[in-house]
């Protein structure tokens, strides 16, 4: 199936195939809204936070890399899934990796947040 649009056209037509990802992603997928909904209240204590410019990125970045790293993890179990419902081995393994990163970002956010709420030392 060739995309033969180029310009602004296909940068339109990008912007709206990327909302109908993030729009199935919120009606699909628990972990995906349960996620987001961490994010904003995490996104939010990190701009409250007084800490320097680049430690607020890296808050921010962290929590940001869990939600893209879940919608990757629901596109992989969404190809799995429409293969079929029988076991097999590859399936399994495919769908473990995925739950895998997400794991390791979670744990990458946490490290970073631990990081940076412990060493910050406050102004005065």
């Known amino acids: 199936m060739a995309n ?3 310009g602004l056209t296909r940068i339109i037509k990008a912007a709206g195939y990327s ?3 993030l729009r199935a ?3 699909h997928e628990a972990a995906f809204r349960q996620e987001v909904v961490a994010a904003v209240v995490a996104i939010i204590i990190a701009c409250w936070l007084d800490v320097t410019p680049l430690a607020r990125v890296m808050l921010i970045g962290s929590v940001a890399l ?3 790293v879940e919608i990757l993890n629901s596109a992989i ?3 799995v899934d ?3 419902n029988e076991f097999h081995e590859l399936s ?3 769908k473990d990796m995925g739950s895998a990163a997400v794991l390791l970002a979670i744990l990458l956010a ?3 947040w631990l990081t940076i709420l412990l060493s910050h030392q406050p102004p005065g």
């Open 19 to 21: 909302w109908k990802g």
């Open 82 to 84: 429409r293969l079929g």
């Open 66 to 68: 869990v939600v893209i």
């Open 25 to 27: 992603a919120w009606q």
């Open 110 to 112: 946490v490290f970073v």
């Open 77 to 79: 179990e969404a190809v």
């Open 92 to 94: 399994g393994r495919a």
């Open 4 to 6: 033969n649009a180029s």
